[in-house]
């Protein structure tokens, strides 16, 4: 086994990917499963709040920031601070300039990733984001 192998930062957990690129979300459903997570994936924020309704087992949101419908990524991480505040979320996008715009938006359990980025990278984020906290369940 290789140090990244025994490093991984899931433990199992289930993490919501919203990517409305579908290509994109079957790469890095692929990650996430490497990173010893378990994908639940969504196409659009619409599609996520319907997950999170319904299951509470969520441990970590991954999220693209642009995406086609009604709501954006923003619109789901406001969604999450009200409704599973300690809920973490990282927003992903490919658009450098958002990190400026939405970094002064995120709270301590959330973090900001650029796309494309490298799978080191996001397991860090992960590790940071998962250490030591069980996020399951809904809010009290």
Not at 23 to 42: C, H, K, Q
Not at 73 to 88: A, H, I, Q, Y
Request: aromatic fraction near 4%; avoid cysteine.
């Amino acid at each position: 086994m290789t140090k990244s192998e025994t490093a991984r930062p899931g433990n199992g957990q289930k993490l919501l990917l919203v990517e409305d690129n579908k290509d994109l979300r079957e790469s890095y459903s692929l990650i996430i499963e490497l990173l010893n997570f378990r994908p639940v994936l969504a196409m659009n924020a619409e599609e996520a709040l319907s997950v999170l309704e319904s299951d509470h087992e969520i441990s970590l949101i991954m999220t693209d920031v642009v995406m086609p419908g009604a709501m954006s990524g923003m619109d789901l991480l406001s969604w999450v601070k009200e409704s599973r505040p300690t809920l973490p979320v990282i927003l992903m996008s490919g658009y450098p300039a958002n990190e400026v715009e939405f970094r002064d938006r995120l709270r301590v359990t959330d973090r900001y990733l650029t796309k494309p980025f490298k799978i080191d990278d996001l397991s860090a984020l992960m590790k940071e984001l998962m250490h030591g906290v069980d996020r399951t369940g809904p809010a009290s």
